[in-house]
């Protein structure tokens, strides 16, 4: 099992920049694949980012593609969100999850492990 803890949350204006952590337990980090989600009042929960095991793939939601980078250090057991360019429509708890896959997911129901989340607000 995995245990997941986002951190790095906060209130920002329009165009500044946040960086998201997501902390896990366990040794065997290394063998899931790890997505972040974010769900904002009165909407459904939204795919933003997944890496692969190795950190070698990545993929992103059009919406944050060019804004947002995940990146991960698989010795420090943690997965990182770097948000860019923040707009207020960023605004949402994000959320990060594993996944025992070979392959980026980019669906919630391809996971298996999921973290408390983080607020991200962004003002105009």
């Known amino acids: 099992q995995v245990q997941l803890l986002e951190s790095g949350g906060g209130l920002v204006q329009a165009g500044d920049s946040l960086r998201l952590s997501c902390a896990a337990s366990g040794r065997t980090f290394s063998s899931y694949v790890v997505g972040w989600f974010r769900q904002a009042p009165g909407k459904e929960r939204e795919f933003v980012a997944t890496?692969?095991?190795?950190?070698?793939?990545?993929y992103y939601a059009d919406s944050v593609k060019g804004r947002f980078t995940i990146s991960r250090d698989n010795a420090k057991n943690t997965v990182y969100l770097q948000m860019n360019s923040l707009k207020p429509e960023d605004t949402a708890v994000y959320t990060c999850?594993?996944?025992?896959?070979?392959?980026?997911?980019?669906?919630?129901?391809?996971?298996?492990?999921w973290g408390q989340g983080t607020q991200v607000t962004v003002s105009s």
């Open positions: 890496i692969s095991r190795s950190g070698g793939s990545t």
């Open positions: 999850a594993a996944a025992a896959s070979s392959r980026p997911r980019t669906g919630r129901n391809e996971y298996d492990y």
